[in-house]
């Protein structure tokens, strides 16, 4: 059954965007719009506060692939492109990372669709000596490079065209100007990876995370301003000259011409004005010099600075950001109710890019090596803020109560979790430091089993039972009474 309405007329070019977009202010109207977001990024602290906020926990967190009704060898080629571990198992690092695909900057660079609203990536695969893709790298395609987003009309992506290279096309340019030619390096939508922060419809420019903080932070650049010019030009006052009256004998044209020469002298000496160790004046009798202050009540701007912070902080529902500080405003109480909405934004953000992976990168991967048919591991993202820490105490109470039980997967979890060394696969896992290989205890237990069966010798000592049963995996406690000794065999 096929679509009969639309999402979009299927206009091309940055114009048809705008109108998905529905963006009024011209200096947002993408592709404008990369400039503006980039500076407020770069230059205002507070927005880079913000950002870094919103970004660092999902970066420093840990992710993770889940291999459940996955053969081995998909999800172990999957992890091992991606350099992620397998849930549950403890992750073997590569020889070398040079040349190698990079978790770190990938994420890192597409949480940047938060900033200008989208953050496009081409897949690039290479094959093994045995015919397996692999992917070499997700290669990151720079906002300012896109020329045009082609749409469907029922809103899907079906490709980008970037800029610079290539046969030349034509695009619809800004409303009221000619046609304009942007380079044509056109890549097909089954080649990307494109992350879109609220995407409706068929705009896929996105909204910028920045742009309800757009107002504040042009407000806050132009109260900066003024304020810092209010600093340099009354910091140490208005310098004021008053010249010396005029000889009294001398006729009227005399003194205008006098007082014109003083008043062009004392505007020399107020503008030359300087602190230093030989600085200093000489004036006339009668003539005086000195720094004027303000005057009145000065604007706080200060209060209004700090107001508009919080605002650009309440667009990310980072208000936590702005407790704490000489000036600071909000209950210390509201911390932890801020911080909770804060958290569940970033755990759906989390989940928003791991979707993204999952459908375009993880199962493009396993499509292109085994088929659609075949089963993908599946993405696990970091649960940031998680309200019960994997203490040692609640690890050991819920063993000692039964609750949970220990297996291979949760102690390389917890190796993992508190930085230990991974364990190998030839330690011994029973924590039995006999020496003892595995085939080694699986004939024993034979042998032992054996003897049960036919009644040669000594049955089964109490030690031999609770050696079977521990590594069967029961819970033994050590209040047990003596051993008795075992009865011969008739």
Known sequence: MTEIGYQTGGLVGWGGLATDAHETNPDLIWPLSNEVFDRMRREDPQVMSVLGAVTLPIQESDWQ??????????????????????????????LRSKGRFSWDEFLRLALLELVFGHSVFEQVYEPDAFGRAHLRKLAWRPPRTIAQFKVESDGGLAAIVQHGHGKPVRTPAKPGEKSAS?????????????????????????VSLLRAAYKMWLL??????????????????????TSAPPPEDATYDEKKAWL?????????????ARAGDAAGISLPHGATFRFEGVTGKVPDLDKQIRYYDEQIARAVLANFLNLGGDNSTGSYALGDTFANFFINSLNALARHIATIIQQHVIEDLVDANWGPEEPAPRLVPPKIGAEHPAT?????????????????ALEAHLRGLYGLPVMEESDDLDGRADGMTETEKAREIAEIVQKVYLGVGPVLSQEEARDILRRAGAELGEDLPAPKQPEEAA
């Open 392 to 408: 040692a105490e609640a690890i050991r109470a819920l063993l000692e109560s039964g609750a949970i039980h220990w297996d291979p």
């Open 260 to 272: 014109e020469e003083e008043i062009a002298r004392g505007l020399e000496i107020a503008k030359g």
């Open 65 to 94: 692939l889940d291999p459940a009704g996955v053969r081995d060898e998909v999800a172990q080629l999957v992890a091992d492109d991606l350099g992620l571990a397998l849930k549950g198992k403890p992750r073997v690092a590569p």
């Open 220 to 241: 806050k650049d132009r109260t900066l301003r003024v304020q810092a010019l209010a600093a340099e030009r009354n910091g140490l006052g208005m310098p004021s000259y």
């Open 182 to 206: 942007v380079g044509g390096v056109t890549i097909p939508v089954d080649r990307l990876v494109v992350f879109v922060h609220q995407r409706e419809g068929g705009n896929w420019v996105g």
